[in-house]
């Protein structure tokens, strides 16, 4: 039956949760979709084959069979909304042990092999270990049961059984929100804002950070809180990393261009899961050569986290990027400050303190002593200081007062758009 019906899925499926309904779950000009459809009589795998991925099933539904060794067929049941299929495969190479066959039009969620194995990679070994004893154990009692029987009965009961893990893990919130972040990066989705620091003994804009956010067609404009977590246990991170900083370079350029101030610096946000890629630093150089910004002008602002990895990559990396005349600064410094041990180690050279502390300084004594001592840390060890998330005068006037000159926060400029930006520093902000 292959009557051409190209409705989009989100066409089809207006009684779909809001967050899917206006992403095209089905494009046919493009690869990249958030929802694969297979039509009802459709196989959606065969057993024997080598599979690379796992589907939910968002809607129809399908029926499992396999073929025994002398030949008869067995029905091992069906499953339907809320249930996952084809989960083996993307746990090892081994061929699909039943075939699955769509018996209505159904729409299906994908977890392709390689997005398992990095949230393998990023739990514990144990689970890992676990996960892939147990499925070698079933595979092994497949493989020696010829005598199982027509499971139809019981297959009900394990379709609830499944369905409950299923919801009680949240995963599906997290898989369909990471294939349509996949989708957003790839349809320009993705913006920019900047927010400007500002020299608080002139009052002059001296750089910017650029700060994520997602376009989201149905949600409106998400922050990063909401979704960079879920962009690093993926690995999507990395490529968005990429374009935000490509991103912010061309308009770093254009700005200095518009105002002829080379000074001007852009701050770019990097995840710890960035410096897994081990041509990152190639990256950040030819995007500098391509887009015409001085190493110079590009501040990384990275995470105690990561330096609390001591890696030897991660070093050799950063020491390479501050040896071309980038500035590396801490992002969120003081939240786990337990370890200071790697201050030394890394070529650091700029901390932005919390906006925790900055928030609570004027009425809290723990707050204020440890801008205090953030502060004298920055002196005695040559670092810069960034104080984050300054709203008030009375902050300002203490800050100057401790020499902490550099401020970002919503007292001068919040995070804005490149156009906006200009007119604020058209506007003699500059
Ligand atoms: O402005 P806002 O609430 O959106 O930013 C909060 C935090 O989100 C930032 O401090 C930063 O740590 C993180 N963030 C913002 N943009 C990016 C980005 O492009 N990459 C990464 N890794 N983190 C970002
Ligand atoms: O990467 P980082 O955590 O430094 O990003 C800065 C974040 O802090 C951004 O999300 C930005 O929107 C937010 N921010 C900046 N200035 C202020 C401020 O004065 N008050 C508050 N509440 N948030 C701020
Ligand atoms: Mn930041």
Redesign the pocket.
Known sequence: MNSGNNNSAAEQSSDLAVSSSLIPAFDPSSSLQVEKLYRAGEFIMSQGDIGDSAYFIQSGRVQISLTRSDGSKLLMGQRGAGSLIGEMAIVDDGPRSASVQAIEDCRLLEITKSDFTRALRNSSPIVGLVTRLILLRYRDVLQRSDIIRDFTGMATVLEQQERVHAEESRVLDLVRMANEFRVAAARQQLLL?Y?PFIDMTTGAVIGF?A?MRWQHPVRGKI???QFIPMAEDTGLIVDATRWAFKEACTALKRIQDRTGNRALFM?I?FSATDFDEPDLFDYLISTLAETGVTAESVHL?ITERLLLRKSEQVLRMLQQCRAQGMQVAI??FGIAYSSLSYLHLYPVSIL?I??SF??NMISDRTSMSLVKTILSLCSNMGFKSIA????TQDQVDLLLELECTVA????????MSEQALMKFLEQGHG
Do not use: C, H, T, W
């Not at 984050?388 to 709203?391: L, T």
């Not at 970002?408 to 995070?415: L, T, V, W």
């Open positions: 804002e927010q950070e700060l922050g990063p809180d701050s946000n602002e992002d969120d932005k919390d906006y900055i928030k984050e998330g300054v709203e970002q926060g919503y007292r001068f400029a919040k995070p």
